[in-house]
């Protein structure tokens, strides 16, 4: 496997409040991180921070994650105690009351994927059949294209398009929702914030990671797109490609 994290702040947030990352086990499986802050002078970065490097240290100690079942069981378990972490941090730190996190993450094996989502953060998957979003977002906007309420189309550009449903850390009780895919040579997984997803189409998406670059490539290429179309957010990726003649050295984050 191979994979790459790219972050920018975009072009008009003062600062970067998301964290993401991707980090090796001992068993040279990877977790794959994108997380989203918000809420408060500097508690988003805190959030997805503390979301970050949290799991991080989890993971690098993690073996044997042999199943689906044991991925799924490790990504509950562990998504529950950061939601823990934060919701007290939050209780005990004036600064941070109300401060929260989207998250997507990923843990990549040699035969499967297991994927968990809180928030609106996404994570895409490139096969032989396509593009797929293997993601719902936890965001008023897709519950009312959902229920049949609106559009994809008004979705877009809805003007209470950012209120999320669900987020890491705001109360002391989150659900997760978790999927495990089948991950097989030259399938391609794509996790980002909203800044990527709400500025670059699935359609562009797609064209993007079909092109015979580098990943490095497509990961900026994707980036300077999102600023093109505006930037107005943060905006961070982790691209991982199943490739058998290739490993990632050391841990990017």
């Known amino acids: 496997m191979?994979?790459?994290y790219m972050t920018d702040r975009g072009k008009i947030r003062p600062h970067n409040e998301d964290s993401g990352g991707v980090f090796i086990n001992i068993d040279k499986d990877y977790l794959a991180i994108v997380a989203d802050g918000m809420g408060g002078h500097r508690a988003g970065d805190v959030a997805s921070e503390m979301t970050l490097t949290t799991l991080k240290e989890w993971w690098k100690s993690t073996k044997e994650i042999t199943t689906?079942?044991?991925a799924e069981q490790w990504l509950k378990e562990k998504i529950n105690n950061v939601n823990n972490k934060l919701f007290t941090h939050s209780k005990n730190n004036q600064e941070c009351q109300g401060m929260g996190t989207t998250l997507v993450a990923a843990i990549c094996t040699k035969r499967f994927s297991t994927i968990a989502n809180i928030g609106d953060s996404r994570c895409y998957i490139l096969n032989e059949t396509g593009l797929q979003q293997l993601t719902?977002?936890?965001s008023l906007v897709n519950e009312l294209v959902r229920s049949g309420q609106i559009t994809k189309e008004d979705a877009e550009h809805h003007p209470r398009k950012n209120v999320l449903l669900r987020a890491l850390g705001t109360e002391d009780h989150v659900e997760t929702d978790i999927k495990t895919i089948t991950f097989?040579?030259?399938?391609?997984?794509?996790?980002?914030?909203d800044g990527l997803s709400n500025k670059v189409s699935d359609q562009e998406i797609n064209d993007e990671l079909m092109k015979n670059i580098s990943i490095e490539e497509k990961a900026a290429n994707l980036i300077k797109m999102a600023n093109d179309n505006g930037g107005e957010d943060n905006i961070t990726l982790v691209i991982v490609e199943y490739r058998d003649d290739h490993e990632l050295g050391d841990e990017q984050c």
């Open 68 to 70: 689906p079942e044991i």
């Open 136 to 138: 719902e977002d936890h």
């Open 2 to 4: 191979k994979a790459v």
């Open 184 to 193: 097989e040579e030259d399938d391609i997984l794509l996790l980002c914030s």
